[in-house]
């Protein structure tokens, strides 16, 4: 498999959308309940474009099969340098080392950067291989909040993990 890592691009939008809508519908690795729109999608890529949040892009044979993301933790200026890590991969390439690569590349921009200090991630306790991702990478689990999601009739929890560059 040759992959490549790359910054998002406009072309890829299509693709991980489509990446990101699947795990809305079928899984619980985001919380959000309803598909993103095109235009929702246009919004997202305009707001990793800025600043300390971007978007990185896992390329295979031409086709985008996975990004990863850091976004703004919170609104308060006091947390202009902490962001929040998302990564997600299309279901027939997970296990595969592709959001371990990601990973690694988003991490090592985000040090080459110099204002990014802290990078947050907020998993939901039934993903598991995220969790452990985020093991692998060194980030330090702070605590699970209970109950704090409804998603396919069940309440779910979450958890944080931190990694301090």
């Known amino acids: ?12 939008l299509p693709r991980l959308l489509a990446i990101y809508n699947h ?4 899984g619980t690795a985001t919380l959000d309940l309803h598909p993103k729109t095109e235009a929702e999608w246009e919004e997202w890529y305009a707001a990793h474009n800025v600043g300390n949040h971007f978007a990185l892009t896992a390329e295979l ?3 985008a099969i996975g990004y990863a993301t850091l976004s703004g933790y919170r609104e308060k200026e006091a947390y202009v340098t ?3 890590l998302s990564i997600y991969v299309e279901e027939q390439f997970r296990h595969h080392g592709v959001a371990s690569a990601l990973m690694a590349a988003i991490i090592s921009q985000a ?3 110099g204002d990014i200090h802290t990078i947050v991630s ?10 452990a991702l985020h ?9 699970t909040v209970r109950e704090v999601g ?10 944080t993990y931190q990694l301090i560059l």
């Open 82 to 84: 902490t962001t929040e």
């Open 1 to 12: 498999m040759s992959l490549t890592i790359r910054p998002t691009e406009k072309r890829d």
């Open 122 to 131: 907020v998993i939901t306790t039934e993903n598991a291989a995220s969790a």
């Open 150 to 159: 409804q998603k396919f009739g069940r309440m779910l929890h979450i958890e």
């Open 23 to 26: 795990e809305v519908t079928c």
């Open 61 to 63: 044979n031409g086709e």
């Open 135 to 143: 093991k692998k990478f060194d980030f330090v689990y702070c605590g």
């Open 111 to 113: 040090r080459a950067r």
